[in-house]
């Protein structure tokens, strides 16, 4: 079955130290992924997207097709960056996402 | 301004009661989703519509049922509402779809939280 899956539900850092919010898939073929976020109070969004490559608030992800992984990666977290995190990946047009991993970033 | 608006945000009804969730987006997006979640679970995909009269189930059996008579308009119907169906749901659209390469964004509604006792 194609799917993601988060392995931490739960992830506690303190602010400046690295943080890597894990993500393996399940697909045949080239899988399309995305990470979305939800802070407090706020609507699920988009946050970054494999084909591109970019960096955005800091984190970067790379697709690491041996493994089958697309961890989340920051240098250097922030408080606000506590935030549920989802792991979404792309199967026949629409986007299955993983059970999510809420980072609790503190002072 | 551009959005998608969900109502209501909060709703507590009886079992046995009939409930519409409302969806409506002003971005001129033809698909549109559902999506049911459950505290700390995955989103769970139960409906989506790629344009005016079309719809489909997702990979979640559910009991309720969609419609999409305007392009702006997706709402979900319960006929007959039962604890089992205490949620969140999560109405979201996009221009072009999750798979096209480059795009996949998904914009999401704020969600209506359904309790049935």
């Known amino acids: 079955a194609q799917r993601v899956t988060q392995p931490e539900k739960l992830l506690s850092v303190f602010k400046g130290a690295p943080v890597e919010l894990k993500c393996n898939y399940s697909?045949?073929?080239?899988?399309?992924l995305f990470w979305y976020v939800q802070y407090s109070r706020q609507r699920l969004q988009l946050l970054l997207r494999?084909?591109s490559r970019e960096s955005i608030k800091g984190f970067t992800a790379d697709l690491n097709k041996g493994e089958t992984s697309f961890h989340l990666k920051k240098p250097f977290a922030q408080e606000e960056d506590s935030a549920m995190y989802y792991c979404?990946?792309?199967?026949?047009?629409?986007?299955?996402f993983g059970k999510g991993t809420k980072l609790t970033v503190n002072p | 301004e551009a959005d998608i608006y969900q109502t209501p945000r909060y709703l507590v009804i009886g079992t046995g009661k009939k409930i519409t969730l409302e969806c409506s987006q002003t971005?001129?997006?033809?698909?549109m989703y559902w999506y049911q979640q459950d505290p700390g679970m995955e989103l769970h995909l139960i409906h989506y519509?790629?344009?005016?009269?079309?719809?489909e189930k997702g990979d979640l059996s559910s009991e309720s049922t969609v419609s999409r008579i305007r392009t702006e308009h997706f709402p979900l119907t319960l006929e007959s509402a039962r604890p089992s169906h205490t949620s969140q749901y999560l109405c979201?659209?996009?221009?072009?779809?999750?798979?096209?390469?480059?795009?996949?964004?998904?914009?999401f509604g704020e969600g209506s939280r359904l309790t049935v006792l």
């Open positions: 979404a990946l792309v199967r026949s047009e629409k986007l299955v």
């Open positions: 697909y045949s073929g080239s899988p399309e």
């Open positions: 494999h084909i």
């Open positions: 971005m001129g997006h033809d698909k």
């Open positions: 979201a659209s996009s221009e072009y779809g999750a798979g096209v390469v480059g795009t996949g964004e998904l914009f």
């Open positions: 519509s790629y344009g005016v009269n079309s719809t």
